[in-house]
Each structure stands twice: as C-alpha cells, then as structure tokens.
C-alpha cells in the first residue's frame, strides 16, 4: 500500500458514494491494519471515523470482507463472539490481495455512512483500483 | 446546540418523567456527541450518567433515533455486532436536526432511568423543544 | 446532594465564570461520585465533559480538593502515580461535606476550562452554597 | 471544517514534510474531535495513526497548541497528570479558529512522525491555510 493509491481509492470511494446518494466516511489501512488515508465527506456521521478504519482493520486482521464475517459472528456461528478494540464484522471492509499470491494481504479499505448495501458498493469501487493495478 | 436551549430540554424531560411516573436521567449533546447538559432526578439510577448521555452520543453518530437502531443490532440485523465505548443501541435517544437540512444534525437527546417507552416519551418531549425552535 | 442544589450550584460556577471571563463546564457529583447536574457554557472546550466530572469524583473519591492532591501525585510526592478512569489531580474539584461531621462527604463540584485559577474560583462558588445550605 | 480544506491541509503539511526531510503523518480533525481527514507518508511510523489524530483532539480539546500543553503537563505545571484515551500533550497540534471569534475553534490539524521541531513546522505550514481561508 501507499499513499498516492490510497487517496485514488478514497476519492472512488468518494464518487461512489456521490452516485448512492450516501454520506460516508472512508480508510484505507496497510497490512498491520494501520491507516494510510481517510476521509470523511461533509455532513457524514461522526460515527465514520471509528467504523470505517475498524472496517478496514476488521478485513485485513481476517483476510476477508466484512460482509462474509457477519454471519460467522451470528449465535451459533464459528467465530460468535469475535469482539475487540477495532473489530467492526457487518459490511463494507474489504481486504485488499490474497493470502496465497505473491504479495499476499496488503491492506484492506473499509466505508461506512450508508447503509450497509451502499458501503459495500463504495468500498467495492475502491478495492478495484488495487485490483486494476 | 447551545446552554439555554439544552437546559430547557432537560427540564422538559423531567415534566415529562413527573408525568409517566418515572425517575430517570436526561442528557444533551452537541454535533460532536459532546455533553452540553446532564440532569439527574432525585432516586434515579445511577445507571443514568452512563446510559443517557451514551444513548445521546450514539443517536448523534448514527443520525437516528437508538430505538430504531435496537433491531438493526439484533443477530441477523444488518449492523449485529456495533460497539463501543458510548454505544447504548435501545430506545431513549433522538438526534435534534437532519443531515439534509441546512445546520445537519445538531446534537441529540439521551434519556434512561424508566422504561424504554418511559425513555422515549421523555427524550421525545425534549426533542419537541429542538422542532419547535 | 439533590438535582435542585445541583442546578443552582451550576448555575454559581456558571455566573462565577462570567464574572473571570472564562468559559467553563462543571459538574456534580454525589456521595457514589455518580453525575447529578452538568453544565457547559457556550463555547467552552470540549474537554470539559471528561474533566469537570473528573474533578468531582476525584475531589469525592479521596474527600480532598483536587487541588490538594495536585502536590501530593508529584515525582516523590506520597500518592505518585495515583491514575484512573476518572482521575483528575489538578485544581477544581471540591469536596462537599466532611468525612467526620453528621452527613459525611455528599459529593462535588468540578470544574474546567478556564485556568486552574479560574476552575478554582468557580468551584468555590459553588461549594458555597453547600456550605451555607 | 470541511473535507476540501482538510485535504489541502494534508498536502500542504506532507509538502513541508518534503522539505525537512521527515516522513509523517496528518491528521485534520472538526471541532468534536472527529477525524476528517487524515494521511501517511510512504515509510511513515505507525505510530502516526495514533498520535496525528491525538494531537489534532489535544489541540481542539483544549484551545491551545499542544507544544503550549508540554509544560503544562510537566511536574509542577498545573496540568500535570492532565491524561486520557486520545491526549497527545507536546508539539505537533494546533487548533484553527479562536473561542472568542465569530465561528470558535471549528477543528484543529495534528502532525507526527518527525521530530516535535519539523512536526510543528508541517502542522503550521497546514494551519496556514486556515488563517488564509
């Protein structure tokens, strides 16, 4: 990760966000799940600036989407019960990389300000510039 | 939000607790879910300090009331799993303002000590004040 | 300690701060160093929900004012490293009532924003109408 | 504060970063305390995610420049002990706007990775761009 790659993905997720008629809040964090770029439109909720770097901190700590851990922490689920300081397990993390290719996982952006459907679609827009790049 | 207008909701809280038969605690917070008012009636919980200025603080992050947060954290709700530190997601907190309008979401009103519909009667009658101002 | 003292003891830190030019919160606290009646000034610092009512569990905590202890936490002092939670050790926090008289400690006043000076002032305008009550 | 300004307040730090050879962090933050926007230069510490947005709240926290904090806090200085969840308290953190003006302090800029001489060089070389607003 850096950080010219990491303001491009806050501005997709920015225009993403302008598309969905949502307000949000977006981090992009490097593997140790620690921020290199965020930015919280005008208006978002002050919530942002804890969900979307938990998000993101969330994906990257896991190796998956946020979105895919929420039924896992569900009653009865394998990981029910996950908790802690920056874990965020609904929606609109995203890692960035695999764990099995060259680089592996090497960060993650995680939105949030909208509703769920509309976080994953901004982080989604974000996350493919890593793909494209 | 200001002192002047903070203070009258909380009074209007209080009438409103006096009426339901309630003792209970009432807090205003700012844009930034910061404590401007606090009032604690005589024998209430104290419970109250914690609870209500948290159900002020999360209704300002969240720009929606805590009661309809309630199912949204529910398992299977698209936001099962949200927490943190001034995080109190059942019925007793009402944000003051829209994100849409002209000022935002100004601040929010947080009450506890009686029942949840107690609660909500109570924030909503200190909530009237903002509306109405 | 009742909300109705509580309110007019807020309102003399409150008047006390007009008086030094300050702009200040303040808080009190009952015998359990639960909240009673907060108060922030238009304008005063957003540190003031976290110190003011520190202040007053502190002052009631330890049955001193926190002026007090502010020599005693110093390197070599006999209560060094005395932190917490809700610890604060410098001045604006006051006691109300003696551990020894009839009644015990009731609770405090703490206050903050302005300089320790100023807090002081107001605290003590506050205190008064304990001690004349 | 708004997220068009906390961006050029970013570059404007990174490129006086540039210019004193340091590698660092910044971070914006709106007068609750909230991050707006925040960026890490390319082999910046990771500490700077913490201590970037520490200094920005310190500062708007508190009214003051937190190089102004430093020796307030020392032993003897009469905020000593002064602590907390998100308190920063030396150079690298300055707050825009003033109590006393028409709009108050509305955000502060915080900056980390240097050392405290070129931190408080780039956060005022952001800051700047407040003044000039």
Redesign the interface.
């Known amino acids: 990760m850096?950080?010219e790659l990491?303001?491009r993905m806050c501005e997709a997720a920015v225009r993403q966000a302008v598309r969905e008629g949502a307000?949000i809040?977006v981090a992009v964090v490097?593997a140790?799940g620690?921020?290199?770029?965020?930015?919280?439109?005008?208006?978002a909720?002050?919530?942002g600036?804890?969900l979307a770097p938990g998000k993101a901190h969330t994906a990257v700590a896991h190796h998956m989407p946020t979105a895919d851990l929420?039924p896992l922490?569900?009653?009865g689920g394998e990981l029910h019960g996950l908790?802690g300081d920056r874990?965020?397990?609904?929606?609109g993390g995203i890692p960035l990389g695999e764990p099995g290719d060259g680089r592996g996982v090497v960060g993650a952006v995680g939105v949030s300000g909208g509703?769920?459907g509309q976080d994953v679609a901004c982080a989604e827009a974000a996350a493919a510039l890593w793909e494209g790049a």
Do not use: E, K, W
Request: charged share 10%; glycine share 8%.
């Open positions: 850096n950080l990491a303001l307000l809040s490097d140790g620690h921020l290199v770029a965020f930015q919280r439109m005008d208006g909720r002050i919530s600036p804890v929420a922490v569900l009653p908790a874990y965020v397990c609904f929606g509703t769920v």
